[in-house]
């Protein structure tokens, strides 16, 4: 059993770390998504680096990054893009929005009105965008880092739970801790470094990894397992809608893709337990007494996770 990253990743993790210190399991888990085809909603105070975290993604692979700043007036269009009547052609021509992009920076979401949310989520699920009823396909790969800010709520349009199930993976940088608050004073130039930030990786590499993450092997136990999870949230007396099928297959997903990350081709029960409070918590409901109780999702999982008996640790061959 191997928890060393793939030779392949580890060089872009390297380059996160560059200029984002000390949030290795975020840039970590990033990845995961990316490999997994999925996007990640980032929940999180401004200032902590969730822009740069994105751009030093997209360059170490040599992607098109795009960013999204979010208001109340932006209009669908200026989401997926419109069509605009060429005079000299007498037709009409396709200005593609900035969501045709590698990996896109979708910055204060909540911010905008829920038509042009469903917008982006749409464009999200199917990886296309449809325009005065032509589809455009957008070039994979396709990953989309959606942020909110968890404590302005004056102005903000709250995700609806369909929408929030569009996402992966929800993550929260946080602040950094003293060490690594003092390293960021000690090299103030971040931004210059990411600048010169080199790709290690092209976008048509990600392409051939993600293919390989199907490939990565989950037994019939860690099924059983990752469905005994799901539908506990379902049951716990603490939580008022459970979450979805949608959300019990984004978890083998992710748990493929984490073991592809960790250079194995199988998943274990760990892979599991890891991910199930960043896939899960964000797709439940709480009840209102567990509300008032001062309780979290991610406590909920975690509480779901200690009861569920883990399963013989099957190691493929």
């Known amino acids: ?6 030779p392949k990743l580890e060089p872009i993790l390297q380059n996160i770390e560059k200029v984002i210190v000390g949030k290795r399991q975020v840039a970590e888990l990033s ?11 980032l929940e999180d105070v401004p200032g902590v680096g969730k822009t740069t975290l994105v751009k030093s993604m997209a360059k170490s692979i040599n992607a098109t990054y795009k960013r999204i700043q979010f208001t109340p007036d932006l209009l669908p269009t200026d989401v997926t893009g419109v069509s605009v009547f060429n005079m000299k052609t007498g037709e009409f ?7 045709m992009g590698n ?6 979401i909540n911010r905008t009105s829920p038509k042009t949310q469903s917008a982006l989520l749409e464009a999200m699920e199917e990886h296309a965008v449809t325009v005065d009823g032509v589809t455009r396909q957008i070039i994979e790969p396709f990953f989309v880092m959606a942020t909110q800010n968890p404590i302005e709520y004056e102005g903000t349009y709250a995700l609806p739970e369909a929408q929030l199930d569009r996402f992966l993976l929800k993550l929260s940088i946080g602040y950094p801790d003293f060490a690594d608050e003092m390293a960021i004073l000690q090299n103030t130039s971040r931004e210059t470094i990411l600048e010169q ?8 590499d990600i392409v051939d990894l993600q293919a390989l993450v199907n490939d990565v092997l989950v037994d019939d136990t860690i099924r059983h397992y990752i469905v005994n999870i799901v539908q506990q949230t379902r049951t716990n007396s603490k939580v008022d809608l459970g979450a979805s099928p949608r959300a019990t297959i984004a ?19 760990d892979d599991v337990q890891l991910l199930a409070p960043f896939v ?3 797709r439940i409901i709480l009840k209102t007494e567990a509300i008032h109780q001062h309780l979290s999702a991610e406590e909920i999982v975690n509480q779901i996770i200690r009861s569920t008996p883990i399963p013989i640790d099957k190691v493929a061959t």
């Open 93 to 99: 021509q396709f200005h593609p929005g900035p969501i």
């Open 103 to 108: 990996i896109v920076l979708a910055d204060e």
């Open 197 to 204: 930030l080199t790709a290690v990786l092209s976008t048509s």
């Open 31 to 41: 990845l995961v998504a990316l490999l997994a085809k999925g996007h990640v909603l």
């Open 1 to 6: 059993m191997t928890n060393s990253i793939h």
């Open 280 to 282: 899960l918590a964000h």
């Open 251 to 269: 978890l083998m997903r992710a748990a493929q893709a984490y073991a592809f990350l960790r250079n194995r081709h199988y998943v274990i029960p």
